[in-house]
T-cell receptor, first 119, second 116 residues
């Protein structure tokens, strides 16, 4: 069974600085998707960034980028120029590649990292 | 474009009761998934519906059930509530295309259930 581990329950960063959130996963499959989701307090979860395992290039979305190390099964998120609005729970998630039987498949989430941003 | 709407947002029940939660997906989205979020277990997949059929199911007891209607709205039901069922229940919808790439999941704000 696939598992996702986020080893940092809490992290803190100064506004305008850079922070990296760690995520490791375990799978025997060669093709899959990885995601980072953000859940602000009392707000809905939103997708930050996604990575297809078959793509060697690391995904980037504005101030957010990932360091995807497939062999090491590592998928870290780097937030540059941190802003107060970045404060939230961040979840790393895994999903199988196949889309069959009309199924979107299920996400397997890590336990999350609570990010605080200091002004 | 309206997002995923979940009702009710908050509810309190007592042990042994049952509860029904509702989810209206984004217009045009036909795939609806449900997740349970608790401080101890984190986010866990409950089930997924597409075209009124359950396509995928997580490891939850039979007390947890769901359904999807022809307009893609979905409901989940929990019978004989237990204290451990207290959680935030999240619904997510997706534009699922047959044979297409994985679509983004759009989450609702959740229904927070407290069981006393």
């Amino acid at each position: 069974a696939q598992t996702v581990t986020q080893s940092q329950p809490e992290m803190s960063v100064q506004e305008a600085e850079t922070v990296t959130l760690s995520c490791t996963y375990d799978t025997s499959e060669s093709d899959y998707y990885l995601f980072w989701y953000k859940q602000p307090p009392s707000r809905q979860m939103i997708l930050v960034i996604r990575q297809e395992a078959y793509k060697q290039q690391n995904a980037t979305e504005n101030r957010f980028s990932v360091n995807f190390q497939k062999a090491a099964k590592s998928f870290s998120l780097k937030i540059s120029d941190s802003q107060l609005g970045d404060a939230a729970m961040y979840f790393c998630a895994y999903r199988r590649l196949e889309n069959y039987g009309g199924s979107q498949g299920n996400l397997i989430f890590g336990k999350g990292t609570k990010l605080s941003v200091k002004p | 474009k309206a997002g995923v709407t979940q009702t009710p947002r908050y509810l309190i029940k007592t042990r042994g009761q049952q509860v029904t939660l509702s989810c209206s997906p984004i217009s045009g989205h036909r795939s609806v998934s449900w997740y349970q979020q608790t401080p101890g277990q984190g986010l866990q997949f409950l089930f997924e519906y597409f075209s009124e059929t359950q396509r995928n199911k997580g490891n939850f007891p039979g007390r947890f059930s769901g359904r999807q209607f022809s307009n893609s709205r979905s409901e989940m039901n929990v019978s004989t509530l237990e204290l451990g069922d207290s959680a935030l229940y999240l619904c997510a919808s997706s534009l699922l295309l047959a044979g297409g790439p994985v679509g983004e999941l759009f989450f609702g704000e959740g229904s927070r259930l407290t069981v006393l």
